[in-house]
């Protein structure tokens, strides 16, 4: 993963030459720089993302089996089809 980083202060020195009061451009520029940096704890893991397929996987498994047995009783009250 590349790191980008966001210079304050020549963003908050490009909006005072623009025209902005030098307090407004200093408070943007700390908030769009705090916008730009990615909070790395909330990211996903590999270990999340196994542990995220596995409970996936466990569902499907329990809805296939529920569709068959389904299926089956279903098929039961067919007359002569069991």
Do not use: C, W
């Amino acid at each position: 993963m590349s790191t980008h980083t966001f210079n304050t202060l020549t963003a908050a020195q490009e909006l005072a030459a623009a025209g902005m009061s030098a307090g407004q451009a200093a408070a943007i520029a700390s908030q769009l720089g705090v916008a730009a940096t990615p909070d790395l704890a909330v990211l996903a893991t590999k270990s999340d993302i196994a542990s995220l397929r596995a409970e996936i996987y466990r569902a499907l498994m329990f809805q296939a089996g529920a569709i068959i047995a389904v299926t089956v009783a279903l098929v039961k009250l067919i007359p002569g089809a069991g």
